[in-house]
């Protein structure tokens, strides 16, 4: 990584811990609607993961959008109780679980510190999937909406892993992709795809949510984003 230019980062459990936010969220807005008298969280939880990544396998292939998960896998779990719920009743969940998102979210001011100095001598840039206004509100949460070159896959309408996304970052950057490192915590949405158009690539060996377990990966790897950036800091 000795070319290394520019810094593409993904947000969520990247630049912070967005599963432990999540998880918390998520048994909130639960007990706030009232489903823990249909069940308790735990079992919920257990429903709606298995039924996420069931979803998950179906948009690897094609049969289902990225776009359109959250609401599936609401509207599968909750139905498994004889609860009918319409996208209304989904907005309105996931409305009310971003309020405790952000209530949940604080900024790191070690790493803030890193990445101003990183600033200076790199271009830094996120590309992310995910709704506009959430994804802007979570980078103001964590003071970082003026360190970076901000791409949302609702605002750009591509969503990684395609390689048109990465793509265009670095046609609208006007940077090359052998001076590029992408980091990120997902092999499917981040590492794979960056790496098959040739760019650098850290992955952030942080588990999801969802996942049982961390994947096996043999790449370039750190636990936290901080030890990857210190590293450059000290190439400058």
């Known amino acids: 990584m000795e070319n290394i230019k520019n810094l593409i980062f993904d947000l969520d459990n990247t630049l912070y811990d967005f599963s432990s936010v999540w998880k918390l969220s998520n048994k909130l807005v639960f007990e706030y609607l009232g489903y823990d008298k249909l069940t308790t969280y735990e079992e919920f939880f257990k429903r709606y993961k298995r039924i996420n990544n069931e979803l998950v396998e179906k948009i690897h292939s094609g049969e289902l959008k990225i776009i ?31 309020e405790f ?28 999937n995910g709704k506009s206004y959430e994804q802007r509100e979570k980078l103001k949460r964590l003071q970082l909406e003026n360190l970076f070159k901000v791409y949302i896959s609702e605002e750009v309408r591509i969503s990684k892993p395609k390689p048109q ?72």
């Open 68 to 98: 359109d998960l959250r609401n599936e896998r609401l509207i599968a779990t909750l139905a498994d109780y004889n609860v009918k719920l319409t996208k209304e009743d989904c907005d309105y969940y996931y409305k009310k679980q971003f």
């Open 101 to 128: 998102i952000l209530s949940a979210i604080a900024p790191n001011e070690e790493l803030n510190s890193i990445l101003e100095e990183l600033s200076h001598n790199y271009k830094l840039i996120i590309l992310t």
């Open 165 to 236: 996304a990465f793509l265009n970052v670095l046609e609208n950057e006007g940077i090359k992709v052998e001076e590029t490192v992408m980091i990120g915590d997902s092999l499917f949405h981040d590492i794979e795809p960056a790496k098959k158009i040739g760019m650098s690539t850290c992955l952030v060996n942080r588990k999801w949510h969802f996942d049982d377990k961390r994947k096996e990966y043999n790449g370039y790897k750190v636990n936290n984003v901080e030890v990857f950036l210190e590293k450059l800091l000290k190439k400058k």
